[in-house]
């Protein structure tokens, strides 16, 4: 009775025991499913202050070629008239029919020439086709960099990214916070790609390079640099800048999140810790080297699909 009632009260405590352990697996995974949709909120909030920090120079950005498209439009519609003077002419002398007449059109053809300058026409048409075509590019090229900056909802974990892309992307988007007053050194390899999602790789390189920019006020030296680390079968980023640097005090609190540096206003005090967790959700690491006055150095090393694959 004893051994029956011992083995009795054992099986209950291990059915106890295992009901525990289920609702503790229960707990545990809604803690972290909790924790991974909080730092998405937080993701995504740090996401729009920064296209709202960058919302007018992008527009700037924009504006420019879009503005002297516009002229170039203008002038194009102001010429077409003269344009149609001239092929007027044209079709006439080719249906006339006496030495007279010919000799009339020619007379108006010599004048149209001298007073519109067709040549000279021409070649500006030619400029303003070209000068447009440009403006274009650049249109789209910013469009297509904020696409992937904020567009990646539906995006797979498993993108392949193209980390240089993701450089020239970020650089385009923070392009009104550096032009004019630092000097941009790009030493770009030819990297190896890796996996994870495009928009969160610009968003890391946006908060950085806009770091850099607001360490160097009175201007300065951005460096980015791409390599492999074939030992560690990573790709690695370096973002260096010349600018004023972080004391050792903020340097321990740097990747806190909510600590910042900046005045009341200025700053979230997310950036540098949404950088870190979408840097770790990448499988990588990031690090900071910094001297007071002289500039800091952000590292990033990602694995490459040379070791996903593995």
């Known amino acids: 009775m004893a051994n029956r009632y011992r083995t009795f009260t054992e099986q209950i405590a291990m059915g106890m025991h295992a009901k525990l352990m289920a609702l503790e697996t229960v707990r545990l995974k809604e803690e972290k499913e909790e924790k991974a949709q909080v730092e998405k909120s937080l993701i995504d909030s740090e996401k729009m202050a920064s296209l709202g920090l960058l919302a007018a120079g992008v527009a700037h950005e924009i504006n420019n070629p879009i503005a002297f498209i516009n002229s170039n439009i ?12 001239m092929q007027n002419i044209v079709v006439k002398l080719s249906q006339s029919q006496s030495d007279e007449e010919r000799a009339q059109l020619t007379a108006e053809a010599i004048a149209w020439q001298t007073q519109n300058r067709i040549d000279s026409l021409s070649d500006e048409i030619a400029d303003i086709c070209s000068e ?19 567009h990646d909802a539906d995006v797979q974990d498993d993108e392949t990214i193209n980390v240089n892309d993701c450089i020239g992307h970020a650089l385009r988007l923070v392009n009104s916070e550096l032009k004019h007053r630092i000097k941009i050194q790009q030493k770009l390899d030819s990297v190896l790609p890796v996996k994870g999602r ?24 951005l460096t980015i640099t791409s390599y492999n680390d074939t030992e560690n079968h990573n790709t690695v980023m370096v973002i260096k800048d010349t600018g004023c640097g972080i004391e050792k005090h903020a ?5 806190e999140p909510f600590y910042t540096t900046k005045p009341t206003g200025k700053g979230t005090g997310l ?39 593995k």
Do not use: W
């Open 271 to 309: 950036g540098l810790y949404i950088v870190k967790c979408i840097v770790e959700d990448l499988n990588g690491s990031i690090s900071v080297d910094t001297k007071l006055g002289s500039g800091t150095t952000f590292k990033i090393l990602v694995p490459n699909q040379i070791n996903n694959t």
């Open 132 to 150: 447009s075509e440009d403006g274009l590019v650049r249109v789209t090229d910013i469009i297509t960099s904020l696409r992937s900056f904020s």
């Open 251 to 255: 340097l321990q609190k740097l990747f």
């Open 198 to 221: 495009t928009g969160k790789l610009n968003q890391v390189l946006v908060n950085l390079f806009v770091n850099a920019a607001q360490a160097m006020n009175d201007g300065g030296t």
């Open 74 to 85: 203008h002038f194009l519609r102001n010429v077409l008239p003269a344009l149609s003077q």
